[in-house]
């Protein structure tokens, strides 16, 4: 069993910068893929980013592409999500999540995950 908590949620305006955490229990972090997705208000969880187990590979939905990276410390047993340019449609819950394998295309389905966190608020103000 793998629990997750994200941090680092909250109002930012428009063109702002946050950095999300998710922090990891057990020893075992290195041997999960990591994803990020999220959901706005009214519509369904989509995919944000993923890395794979050494971070050497990362994928991205197009609408965050060259402004949000994903990163991940295997020493800490966390994954980092840096957002920048932020946009008021980025406004949604943020959730971090665990799986064992990596898929094609870039682990960015919700299947390809076995453990998520509860999520952390990000409001982007115009």
């Known amino acids: 069993q793998v629990q997750l908590v994200e941090s680092g949620g909250g109002l930012v305006q428009t063109g702002g910068s946050l950095r999300l955490s998710c922090a990891t229990s057990?020893?075992?972090?290195?041997?999960?893929?990591m994803g990020w997705f999220r959901r706005a208000p009214g519509k369904e969880r989509e995919f944000v980013a993923s890395?794979?187990?050494?971070?050497?590979?990362?994928y991205y939905t197009d609408s965050v592409k060259g402004r949000f990276t994903i990163s991940r410390d295997n020493a800490k047993n966390t994954v980092y999500l840096q957002m920048n340019s932020l946009k008021p449609e980025d406004t949604a819950v943020y959730y971090c999540?665990?799986?064992?394998?990596?898929?094609?295309?870039?682990?960015?389905?919700?299947?390809?995950?076995?453990?998520w966190g509860q999520g952390t608020q990000v409001t982007v103000s115009s």
């Open positions: 890395i794979n187990w050494s971070g050497s590979n990362t």
């Open positions: 057990g020893r075992t972090f290195s041997s999960y893929v």
């Open positions: 999540a665990a799986g064992r394998r990596w898929r094609l295309p870039g682990n960015s389905y919700d299947y390809d995950y076995d453990y």
